[in-house]
């Protein structure tokens, strides 16, 4: 059964400090890796979709690799801003079930102060 | 719309009653996806649909909970004879259907059940 966990739970930072949240799964046989971002009594907003066949995504100050044989992957924020304060999840979709399920690690807390 | 709808965004109710949360995905996706969220946790998959089709309903934690997507579009997760246990943020999601495809998610419906 595929399990999703996300180091640190929680992170704090200094505006301006450029950052890494860190994924792992356990079964390398994914479709694909979503990041999200959480706002609190929100929804999910995506981020950033990684194939299988990918190393990386980018999208503005945000960049995110995947090594799936490792079952790994990194959320880089460059130059981080009190507005990036969130909860950051992970999720693969992976073969299992009905192919269409997220598996979701319990997320990472992010606070930049100003 | 622009994005999934769910409604209500709150929903209270005593042990007992029974729910129905609505979810009004984005226009022509076909893909149509149910998740819990306990506080502090991620989101964990509760049933599936592709068009009308329920394909995976694995993540129902009981008999209890019952949902549908009678014409394809709006969908509504049914939860009878309510308990404690089933307070948590519901969270609706869809996708325009294949599976590398990203999931978009609505701002959910806090349930209460008191």
């Known amino acids: 059964k595929q399990e999703v966990t996300q180091i640190p739970a929680a992170l704090s930072v200094p505006e301006g400090e450029n950052l890494v949240l860190n994924c792992s799964f356990t079964d390398s046989a994914i479709y694909n890796l979503q990041w999200f971002r959480q706002d609190p009594g929100k929804g999910l907003t995506s981020l950033l979709l990684i194939q299988s066949s990918q190393r990386e995504q980018t999208s503005g100050r945000l960049n995110a690799s995947l090594d799936k044989s490792s079952g790994r992957s990194t959320l880089y924020i460059a130059a981080s801003q009190p507005g990036d304060s969130a909860t950051y999840l992970c999720a693969v979709r992976d073969y299992g079930g009905s192919q269409g399920n997220l598996i979701f690690g319990k997320g990472t807390k992010l606070s930049v102060k100003p | 719309g622009a994005g999934v709808s769910q409604s209500p965004r709150y929903k209270v109710a005593k042990r007992g009653q029974d729910v129905a949360l609505r979810c009004d995905p984005i226009?022509?996706?076909?893909?149509l996806f149910w998740y819990q969220q306990a506080l502090g946790q991620g989101p964990e998959f509760l049933t599936y649909f592709q068009n009308e089709a329920q394909l995976d309903k694995s993540g129902l934690p009981s008999d209890r909970f019952f949902a549908e997507r009678p014409e394809g579009s709006v969908s509504t997760l049914k939860i009878q004879r309510t308990q404690q246990e089933d307070s948590a943020v519901y969270l609706c999601?869809?996708?325009?259907?294949?599976?590398?495809?990203?999931?978009?998610f609505g701002d959910g419906t806090r349930l209460s059940i008191l």
């Open positions: 999601a869809s996708s325009s259907g294949p599976s590398n495809q990203p999931q978009h």
């Open positions: 226009s022509g996706h076909v893909s």
